[in-house]
């Protein structure tokens, strides 16, 4: 039987340039300041992406969808006939016009947000991005110190062989261990799905319209309310009659420190999310490791200088049998 002898020269060099180019690729990538970006950002996130906060959000919002309906309806009918313009006029009505738009927005919203929940789990669940790009330079300064010895001395060959065979199954095992294959393109899925959210722009806007339902909020404790008091009815008649409007009369400083800290996020997240966005599309990441791993692997396993075949142990014994 053949056997496979120490991998040769030029298989050496192949595996020194790919550990040398496993060590670069966080410096051309620019990860060692990009990545630690994406750790910020998902730890930024972490308290909102829970089935119950973006389902809490979302209720709050419809909490103020059904007050300013019920406003516009049942109330604006009440107090106009009694000569009131607290609906029509003033603060509220400013506030009316704009919440179609402000409601619209905010719910397809946090629908994408809550939609890609399983993406930023997904995520979240990889290896800390801060240790991103050690998980290229420390295989490939192992790669490329076990070629360059083997290259200078010969008796390093096969130590260094077994150690690169190693290091590429090792490369090749390591986005299954870390199911990288599944999360990474959801995480891609997450990054796309932001890629409307996480803008300078957007959230300028968000922080806008959150202003104008704070004045929306406050027109509707300050004038909406006293109105109907005007008209003969008491803080119980209010909530019976008009629950929407009670509602959310009662829990918006709830609603307020509940969205705030989520729309801090968001803001503070901007440039973030722009720097984990400059990075390589995330589902070719696992190949990052699998085909640098097959190759070396590969030339590591490959039958090199040293083979012996049957043939040549055959023919020097056949010869002394002969004489």
């Not at 806007?205 to 109907?228: C, E, H, N, S, W």
């Not at 984990?276 to 590969?298: M, Q």
């Amino acid at each position: 039987m053949g056997r496979i002898g120490p991998p040769r020269r030029w298989a050496l060099i192949v595996c020194a340039a790919i550990g040398l180019g496993l060590i670069a690729a966080p410096v051309v990538f620019q990860m060692f300041d990009r990545a630690p970006q994406g750790a910020t950002m998902l730890k930024a996130f972490k308290p909102f992406m829970t089935e119950q906060r973006l389902t809490g959000f979302q209720n709050e919002i419809a909490q103020i969808d059904a007050a300013v309906h019920e406003t516009n309806t049942a109330v604006q009918t009440r107090l106009a006939a009694h000569g009131s313009s607290a609906v029509s006029g003033g603060s509220y009505s400013d506030f009316a016009k704009q919440w179609p738009q402000i409601h619209s927005t905010m719910s397809d919203l946090l629908t994408k947000v809550h939609a890609n929940l399983p993406n930023y789990q997904a995520v979240a669940a990889l290896p800390s991005f801060t240790l991103f790009p050690w998980f290229f330079v420390i295989p490939g300064a192992f790669v490329l110190i076990a070629a360059v010895l083997a290259l200078r001395s010969p008796t390093s060959a096969r130590p260094a062989q077994v150690v690169l065979a190693v290091l590429g199954i090792g490369l090749i095992l390591a986005p299954v261990a870390f199911q990288m294959f599944s999360r990474a393109p959801k995480g891609g899925k997450m990054m796309d799905a932001f890629t409307t959210i996480e803008t300078t722009q957007n959230v300028a806007k968000i922080q806008g319209y959150f202003g104008t339902m704070a004045a929306g909020q406050g027109a509707l404790r300050l004038d909406v309310v006293p109105a109907l008091e005007h008209t003969g009815l008491t803080a119980s008649d209010i909530a019976r009659t008009y629950p929407a409007v009670a509602t959310l009369d009662g829990n918006w400083v709830h609603i307020l420190n509940d969205m705030t800290p989520m729309i801090g996020a968001m803001s503070d997240s901007v440039t973030h999310y722009q720097a984990i966005k400059a990075l390589p599309p995330f589902p070719l990441f696992p190949w990052f490791f699998v085909i640098p791993g097959l190759l070396v692997a590969g030339l590591a396993l490959a039958p090199g200088s040293g083979r012996r075949s049957t043939t040549s142990v055959a023919v020097p014994e056949l010869q002394g049998a002969i004489a």
